[in-house]
């Protein structure tokens, strides 16, 4: 795709989870790959209201070089993508059910939600809780680049989720797969309930393996 059809993508993509009720206010950002750098939502803008041409323009070293400031999360879409070399695209949203599940005390840091259906297991794997640090901390990037060895989805202490994928659609299908899951879990997390064994969850992995 050209450069323009990128940003158009892009902006589509953002009003649709803004749609979901994934981005209140001005909160969440996305960004994709280029040749010669990335695109980035800009900071303090509502996911439903973008202009693909005022869209964040950034060198491959996250320097500012075109259109409105871009996230103060930057320097978090830069460890991912420095981590996971295969990742075209990364999505971080507030989504509320995320949010709310990365404020509950307990959480496994390993995997902080359950197997509880094949989809999250197909489309998510492992979801590590990264620990509370101020937004656009330099500190969150360091952690996320840490933990994002070993899996393409985070969840942030409350603050939220980071997915990344092979290109702007798999993330988003990611970031929506992982939401649904938040919501899945808090409804059945009181009562009796039963997880995908570990058996299940292999034969998942074997037959679909995850591509980014």
């Given at each position: 795709?050209?450069?323009?059809?990128?940003?158009?993508?892009?902006?589509?993509?953002?009003?649709?989870?803004?749609?979901?009720?994934?981005?209140?206010?001005?909160?969440?950002?996305?960004?994709?790959?280029?040749?010669?750098?990335?695109?980035?939502?800009?900071?303090?803008?509502?996911?439903?209201?973008?202009?693909?041409?005022?869209?964040?323009?950034?060198?491959a070293?996250?320097?500012?070089?075109?259109?409105?400031?871009?996230?103060?999360?930057?320097?978090?879409?830069?460890?991912?993508?420095?981590?996971?070399?295969?990742?075209?695209?990364?999505?971080?949203?507030?989504?509320?059910?995320?949010?709310?599940?990365?404020?509950?005390?307990?959480?496994?840091?390993?995997?902080?939600?359950?197997?509880?259906?094949?989809?999250?297991?197909?489309?998510?794997?492992?979801?590590?809780?990264?620990?509370?640090?101020?937004?656009?901390?330099?500190?969150?990037?360091?952690?996320?680049?840490?933990?994002?060895?070993?899996?393409?989805?985070?969840?942030?202490?409350?603050?939220?989720?980071?997915?990344?994928?092979?290109?702007?659609?798999?993330?988003?299908?990611?970031?929506?797969?992982?939401?649904?899951?938040?919501?899945?879990?808090?409804?059945?997390?009181d009562r009796p309930?039963?997880?995908l064994?570990?058996?299940?969850?292999?034969?998942?992995?074997?037959?679909?393996?995850?591509?980014?």
């Amino acid at each position: 795709m050209t450069e323009r059809e990128i940003r158009k993508q892009l902006v589509a993509h953002c009003k649709y989870l803004s749609m979901r009720g994934y981005s209140p206010g001005t909160s969440g950002n996305l960004s994709v790959c280029l040749e010669d750098g990335f695109l980035m939502t800009p900071t303090n803008a509502s996911l439903g209201w973008l202009d693909p041409e005022r869209l964040s323009r950034l060198d491959a070293q996250g320097n500012h070089i075109d259109g409105d400031k871009p996230s103060k999360e930057v320097v978090v879409h830069l460890a991912m993508y420095r981590r996971r070399p295969a990742a075209r695209a990364v999505v971080h949203l507030h989504s509320p059910y995320c949010m709310a599940v990365s404020c509950l005390d307990g959480l496994d840091p390993d995997n902080a939600l359950p197997p509880l259906t094949p989809y999250y297991v197909m489309r998510i794997g492992r979801l590590p809780l990264v620990p509370y640090f101020r937004p656009g901390d330099i500190a969150l990037a360091e952690a996320v680049e840490q933990r994002a060895a070993e899996s393409h989805a985070m969840l942030f202490a409350h603050h939220g989720m980071i997915v990344c994928g092979r290109e702007m659609g798999a993330a988003v299908a990611a970031a929506e797969e992982l939401e649904e899951s938040a919501r899945l879990f808090l409804l059945v997390k009181d009562r009796p309930h039963r997880q995908l064994n570990a058996h299940q969850v292999a034969e998942l992995e074997e037959y679909f393996p995850r591509n980014i």
